[in-house]
């Protein structure tokens, strides 16, 4: 069996860490670790809807992201100061990913913002944001059910995301940034707790891959982000 660079077999997910109630002040927030990739997660209720929804009776979520100057080898520019356009991206592909799992009805006219601060990067910081930010707005969504602002739990499932590959011809699970950087194929894959497909973005890099292997890799993430979901339910204590 290939072994990988950090001792891993090809399906086997880095170690998997997410702690809940990270920051004081937010109504939801973790910090959610695979290998050395870190994220922050938290989620703020603002009572209001953005304007063009103010006649819709639902709520909304949007989402944003960012890597902290130091989180990768050479330092990054602040977001706030100056957002690429994959900033713009992930910050839109995060809220998708959110609001396909949230009965926005149940939310009343109120909005959920998410933010995900990169502290440090090594491969997978979208997909690893995107576990991280579910959790942050069940504990979110929690809290209003608690407080009888909401008469119900609006989510509906659990959502979370898993970087895989194919790395010297073998498909590789949660890649760190050398993998990925010398992958054929590159993928991330988004599902929810019933193993439904959230939103799936792939590409090969300097090639073409067959319908054959994408199934192989769709396999593979459904096995992987089953655990991954099962930590996240453990972290909220909803096993």
Not at 209 to 216: A, G, H, M, P
Request: proline share 3%.
């Amino acid at each position: 069996m290939h072994r990988r660079g950090d001792g891993r077999s090809p399906r086997e997910l880095r170690p998997l860490r997410i702690e809940m109630g990270h920051l004081k002040y937010a109504e939801g927030s973790c910090l959610v670790e695979a290998g050395n990739t870190r994220v922050i997660c938290s989620a703020t209720v603002d009572n209001r809807v953005p304007y063009w929804m103010k006649e819709m009776n639902q709520g909304w979520i949007t989402a944003e992201y960012g890597m902290l100057p130091r989180s990768t080898q050479e330092r990054v520019v602040r977001p706030n100061l100056r957002s690429s356009g994959r900033t713009y991206e992930l910050q839109r592909m995060i809220g998708r990913a959110l609001r396909a799992s949230v009965d926005l009805t149940t939310l009343g006219q109120r909005t959920i913002l998410i933010d995900c601060d990169v502290i440090q990067a090594d491969g997978g910081t979208r997909t690893v944001a995107v576990t991280g930010a579910s959790c942050a707005l069940y504990d979110a969504l929690r809290f209003l059910v608690s407080r009888k602002f909401i008469p119900k739990q609006p989510l509906r499932s659990m959502v979370a995301g898993l970087s895989i590959g194919v790395v010297d011809n073998e498909i590789l699970v949660d890649l760190t940034y050398e993998e990925d950087s010398r992958a054929q194929v590159d993928m991330n894959i988004f599902m929810n707790d019933k193993s439904e497909i959230v939103e799936i973005q792939g590409t090969a890099e300097g090639g073409s891959f067959s319908c054959e292997t994408l199934d192989d890799m769709v396999r593979a993430a459904r096995t992987s982000l089953a655990e991954v979901v099962a930590a996240q339910k453990r972290a909220l204590g909803i096993e």
